[in-house]
């Protein structure tokens, strides 16, 4: 079993696209730890390396746990498109991108097939048994493939912050 959690809020407007852009956490990691679910002390924790997801994973340890940070768990890639607001985003952008949502690639950044295939080759990669802190795009990929569901359906699927999914 793997426990998938995402960070909480980051410090930034919701109207701010962001992937990689590396922003500290809206709320301590201690209250976070306080929603979270008792997790198995024994499991390795495995982490995104951006500092919302670092921070909790090491929050998470206490010292007692090894913690692996891992490039494979960032979110997805915007490129020229991290650190803007939505609405600054030329419409035309947006709209090849809504055209086809799994084919598109970001501008300067990684294309959703690249993204796909980075979650798919970590899960081949990650102890069956771990704790997973991460982002809401990599957990939903993680569940298309881990439950074989259909992309749609597994993008559609609410990944709240803070969120503990077992799967």
């Known amino acids: 079993m793997r426990y998938w959690i995402r960070h909480d809020r980051p410090l930034l407007?919701?109207?701010?696209?962001?992937?990689?852009?590396?922003?500290?956490?809206?709320?301590?990691?201690?209250?976070?730890?306080?929603?979270?679910?008792?997790?198995?002390?024994?499991?390795?924790?495995?982490?995104?390396?951006?500092?919302?997801?670092?921070?909790?994973?090491?929050?998470l340890a206490e010292g007692k746990q090894s913690i692996h940070c891992l490039d494979a768990l960032r979110e997805?890639?915007?490129?020229?498109?991290?650190?803007?607001?939505w609405n600054k985003i030329s419409r035309a952008e947006l709209d090849a991108w809504a055209e086809q949502p799994y084919a598109y690639s970001f501008p300067e950044g990684e294309s959703i097939p690249a993204f796909l295939v980075r979650v798919q080759t970590l899960l081949d990669e990650l102890p069956s048994e771990a704790i997973v802190v991460t982002h809401a795009g990599v957990i939903r990929a993680a569940l298309h493939f881990v439950k074989?569901?259909?992309?749609?359906?597994?993008?559609?699927?609410?990944?709240g912050y803070g969120l503990c999914l077992e799967f």
């Open 76 to 85: 997805i890639h915007f490129g020229q498109w991290e650190g803007i607001e």
């Open 13 to 59: 407007s919701s109207h701010l696209c962001y992937g990689w852009l590396d922003v500290p956490l809206a709320v301590p990691v201690q209250e976070t730890l306080a929603e979270l679910p008792n997790l198995p002390i024994h499991l390795p924790i495995y982490t995104s390396s951006l500092q919302r997801c670092r921070l909790l994973a090491e929050a």
């Open 148 to 159: 074989q569901i259909p992309l749609e359906e597994a993008f559609a699927t609410p990944v």
